[in-house]
């Protein structure tokens, strides 16, 4: 299976959380339908991105980076490359490149889809991005990569200004998640 495919898979058998994700999801499988390039940077208007929000072993934390163009505090995250198999793939290798913490376990998602503006074909284009949750294991210590200015964990509940509602969205599904699979489990 294609990286292609499996997006289109795993979008179709996503059930999207609320009404605006579900039409999002609609969309990236329009996308996704009327080009055959959809998960490669070069794709304009707008391509499909994976975005992954590192918790802490406990859920408490969220690890954030300053993103360099950006300017705000977010979670890890970026392009599909040509060798990438599945989007959870993506999503686990942007996170660990970007946070340095090489045992991550990506928890069972999408938990989240999210479209924002970007530049990489300017004047402007779209990251459509699916997004997932990974705990780190206890003790993890993170290194900052070439791609953030900075790196730093915070409480879920506080994550910094400046930030944007898909992040503070994702940690706290990213929390919940991990809080309920631990019920199941603990």
Known sequence: MSLHQDAVAVLT????????????????????????????????????????????HDGARVLLTLHPKARMWL??????????????????????????????ELLPGPLAVDKHQVWCHPPHSWHLDVEYAAVAPAGAEAV?????????????????????????????RGHAALTSRSRAFG
């Open 13 to 56: 058998a996503w059930t999207a959380p609320t009404a605006g994700e579900d039409r999002l999801r609609s969309e990236f499988l329009e996308h996704l339908a009327s080009h055959d390039d959809a998960m490669l940077r070069q794709c304009v208007p707008g391509h499909l991105t994976a975005t992954t929000a590192v918790l802490s």
């Open 75 to 104: 979670p890890m995250g970026g392009h599909c490359e040509p060798a990438d198999s599945t989007l959870a793939n993506v999503a686990l290798r942007e996170a660990v490149e970007e946070s340095g913490i090489a045992d991550l």
């Open 144 to 172: 900052i990569s070439e791609e953030s200015l900075d790196l730093r964990w915070f409480p879920i509940g506080e994550i910094p200004e400046p930030s944007d509602e898909a992040t503070r969205r994702l940690a706290a």
